[in-house]
């Protein structure tokens, strides 16, 4: 199948990539700058040049492919709801150019903010939903193309995908506890965040793309919920520092805006999913990578 992918040259869209074409699709990957179209062109991949906000751009690919893997997302923390904004309009122009044709949408979105203090599963909705919700309510925005024709799926993603070169969450804590010299957990630690080996994630974006029925929610979790004190633990052993409790009253002053996340509870289930598509995820545990040194990397 031709495989019209956004975000294909960043960390999830560049495993998924590789996991397509290793699985017989020709895919085509958004490329806003010539660096991510090198990329894209070096993985094997054919570049669309564009951009989340040129929505021609996106409809013309979406046209032209047996279906849409819609990874981007404009990471401004500073602009959420514009943010937002252009998410939801990317994935209006993506599903307008799909209606009618029974082709797959598979959508980015994530298990954060889906329950607190509990174990969040794939039957669990956004308390908000609507233009002005979180990501511009994208997901259930992508799902209710079922009703017109598409075979929208939504993929969520545990906040930490992890990996060799991951810059994400986990990166960015170890370099908070560089910077402090303490690897810090907020209160007592006991709030838990879920974990997804990239390579299982991207496994699981291709299986939700090729055989996910029709308004599917995937859950890309393979650990349920981590110690925030355990995850501290891990990076204070990989940078040589104490681990340490940091008060709620002070954790925007420590961690910055990370800190704004990583107090939260927010354990979540993939059964529903392992159960729906036979993904079993056996890539490395978030400690296991962690253990194994590159995330503590200098140069």
């Known amino acids: 199948m031709r495989v019209f992918v956004t975000g294909a040259s960043g960390w999830i ?17 958004l490329a806003r700058s010539d660096e991510s179209a090198a990329r894209i062109t070096a993985a094997g991949a054919e570049p669309h040049r564009g951009s989340l906000d040129d929505l ?35 994935v209006g122009a993506i599903g307008d150019a799909l209606v009618g044709s029974d082709r797959p949408l598979v959508l980015a979105s994530g298990v954060a903010g889906l329950a607190m203090g509990r174990v969040a599963t794939e039957l669990d909705r956004p308390a908000v939903t609507g233009p002005d919700a979180p990501r511009g309510g994208s997901e259930d925005f992508a799902l209710s193309f079922a009703d017109r024709g598409v075979r929208p799926v939504s993929v969520r993603f545990a906040p930490t995908v992890h990996g060799d070169g991951d810059h994400g969450f986990i990166a960015t804590l170890v370099g908070v506890a560089r910077e402090k010299d303490a690897a810090g957990y907020v209160g007592d630690g006991e709030s ?17 793309f090729e055989k996910a029925p029709a308004a599917s929610v995937l859950h890309a979790v393979g650990e349920q919920g981590i110690q925030t004190r355990v995850i501290a633990d ?10 340490v409790s940091i008060a709620q009253d002070d954790v925007m002053e420590h961690f910055g805006w990370i800190g704004m996340f990583f107090g939260m509870d927010i354990p979540a289930s993939s ?29």
Not at 61 to 88: K, Q
Request: proline share 4%; no cysteine; glycine share 12%.
């Open 13 to 29: 869209g560049s495993a998924v990539v590789a996991d397509l074409l290793e699985a017989g699709h020709e895919v085509v990957g």
């Open 56 to 90: 021609e751009s996106l409809r013309t690919a979406a046209e032209a492919s047996d279906g849409v893997i819609h990874l981007g997302f404009r990471h401004d923390f500073s602009d959420m709801a514009g943010a937002g904004r252009t998410e939801r309009a990317a």
């Open 271 to 299: 059964i529903a999913t392992q159960q729906l598509l036979g993904w079993n995820p056996t890539g490395p545990t978030l400690l296991e990578d962690l253990d194994a040194g590159y995330y503590f990397r200098t140069s």
């Open 234 to 243: 891990a990076i204070a052993r990989g940078l040589n520092v104490p681990a």
């Open 192 to 208: 838990r965040w879920p974990a997804v080996a990239r390579v299982d994630a991207a496994r699981l974006v291709r299986l939700g």
